[in-house]
Nanobody, 123 residues
Framework: QVQLVESGGGLVQAGGSLRLSCAAS????????MAWFRQAPGKEREFVAA???????YYADSVKGRFTISRDNAKNTAYLQMNSLKPEDAAVYYC?????????????????WGQGTQVTVSS
């Protein structure tokens, strides 16, 4: 069992940056696949980024080159650095984790979820 707590959301102007954090309660943090998803009003939750171990990363095409997922295993924390934000990036962002390395872009691949943090991008 692992608990995830996101932070770092807020209001930012288009073109700006935010860094989201996801603090995990588990001492096995380094073994978890960590991911970020987002959900805009009226839309399904969608994959944003995932990280396997300390180096292998995957991104949705819509954020590639602008967002960076990373992790600090010593702090049991994952991050999502978001640059060049666009109004269409506005959503509630969720951190997710699982010990299995399945289909990382599906919500069903993750057993553990945070409560979400709101990101608002003004144009």
């Amino acid at each position: 069992q692992v608990q995830l707590v996101e932070s770092g959301g807020g209001l930012v102007q288009a073109g700006g940056s935010l860094r989201l954090s996801c603090a995990a309660s588990s001492g096995l943090f380094s073994r978890y696949v960590m991911a970020w998803f987002r959900q805009a009003p009226g839309k399904e939750r969608e994959f944003v980024a995932a990280m396997f171990g300390s180096a292998r990363t995957y991104y949705a095409d819509s954020v590639k080159g602008r967002f960076t997922i990373s992790r600090d295993n010593a702090k049991n924390t994952a991050y999502l650095q978001m640059n060049s934000l666009k109004p269409e990036d506005a959503a509630v962002y969720y951190c997710a984790a699982d010990l299995r390395s399945g289909s990382y872009y599906y919500t069903a691949a993750y057993a553990y979820w945070g409560q979400g943090t709101q990101v608002t991008v003004s144009s």
